[in-house]
């Protein structure tokens, strides 16, 4: 069994390197509890890249990504270019042309609800608890890569959405594959009433159907489906569909779980993958501490599955969920009691490591009071 991983961290803009940086103390504690040994390579992307070598994506960078096991990555995006609609040149350039050039077809987005936030959630209780979803989206075709143009004197533009036969197909595999060890429902989201595109999704689907007998395939438009995941999220299992319904579907189902800063990510190609928390750089809270780590160390168990470091990520979702029971979390979920960044990483990795025996006092810090050493 291997034990000895190159890891690629590229902390990115905003509050990218807070939260990766409490994902690389995860691993730390990982490391020594499981006798593992991870190396790391940093490298530069977005914002931070393009000010330092005009460039959103560093040769080096791409390199230090394709020689990794697996790739940490933390956000993307700054106001100076999100308020200038003539920059030529923008992060988010950076972390599309990663994905084409490692291969990551399919973005899988987890959302589950925790007993103890549920409050936290917009909706009512006894819509969203037992929510468990998974989302898979297409993410290296469709409108984002295609054909683009724009004529500023005549006031035109255009985005050009293609897809392929063997651009959906493997997605749509995964996706049932995945369906088969849950509850066995898979429901592709597209707007076949209208698009071509999203009628080759369903013709795609139903041929691949005939492979998981075992799993009930239903169709839904975006539309509505939109207003289901806010009116029956339990309806779903695993969900497909193509590159920008899954942008907008996955964030809209982020805050069904309370907090956006909850929700990882895996970017999976054939021999690379991307593990990132969906939550964006949130330039507003960079440096102050207040940032949630949750879904980057999530992100994290995404990858110690990936690297197949099974033992591993169950134990690390175990500390997460043992960090939010005991509501040592940051401001977005306790705003009576918040912890910081690096606080809340820190009670994470101590478990990891410790467990029972960590020295955090569990019943001072429900009480909000100091730990004891």
């Not at 790739?71 to 084409?100: C, H, T, Y």
């Not at 309806?235 to 779980?257: K, L, P, W, Y």
């Amino acid at each position: 069994m291997k034990t000895n991983f190159k890891i690629a961290v590229l902390p990115g803009d905003g509050i990218g390197p807070e939260v990766v940086g409490e994902s690389i103390k995860i691993l730390e504690a990982i490391a020594e509890a499981f006798h593992y040994k991870f190396e790391f390579k940093y490298g530069l992307m977005g914002a931070e890249a393009i000010y330092k070598t005009g460039n959103p994506l560093p040769d080096e960078t791409l390199q230090i990504c394709k020689e990794s096991d697996a790739v940490l990555f933390g956000a993307i995006g700054d106001p100076s270019f999100d308020n200038n609609p003539d920059a030529k040149v923008r992060p988010e350039q950076g972390l599309l042309k990663l994905r084409k050039e490692l291969g990551l077809f399919a973005n899988i987005r987890p959302l589950k609800t925790y007993s103890s936030l549920i409050e936290k959630s917009p909706l009512k209780k006894e819509i969203i608890e037992g929510t468990d979803i998974q989302i898979f989206r297409e993410l290296v075709s469709g409108i984002y890569f295609g054909e683009k143009f724009t004529d500023d004197e005549a006031g035109y533009a255009y985005d050009i959405c293609k897809y392929n036969r063997d651009e959906i197909s493997p997605i749509v595999h995964m996706a049932f594959q995945e369906a088969q060890k849950r509850r066995k429902k898979l429901t592709l989201i597209d707007k076949a009433n209208v698009l071509d595109t999203s009628r080759l999704w369903r013709k795609v689907c139903k041929e691949i159907a005939t492979e998981y007998p075992e799993v009930e395939l239903d169709f839904m438009f975006v539309d509505n489906a939109a207003m289901q995941l806010i009116l029956n999220p339990k309806q779903f299992d695993v969900i497909v569909t193509e590159n920008m319904f899954g942008d907008i579907i996955s964030d809209e189902a982020s805050v069904i779980g309370g907090s956006i800063g909850l929700l990882p990510s895996a970017s999976i190609g054939n021999g690379n993958a991307l593990f990132e928390p969906i939550h964006g750089s949130y330039p507003q809270a960079k440096g102050k501490g207040i940032a949630n780590p949750i879904a980057s160390i999530l992100s994290t168990a995404m990858m110690l599955d990936y690297l197949k470091l099974d033992q591993a990520a169950e134990k690390l979702r175990q500390s997460v969920e043992h960090a939010i029971e005991n509501k040592y979390v940051t401001v977005d979920l306790n705003a009576e009691q918040p912890y910081s960044t690096g606080e809340v990483g820190s009670f994470i990795a101590d478990f990891i490591t410790y467990s029972e025996k960590s020295y955090y006092n569990f019943e001072n810090v429900k009480l909000g009071k100091s730990t004891i050493v």
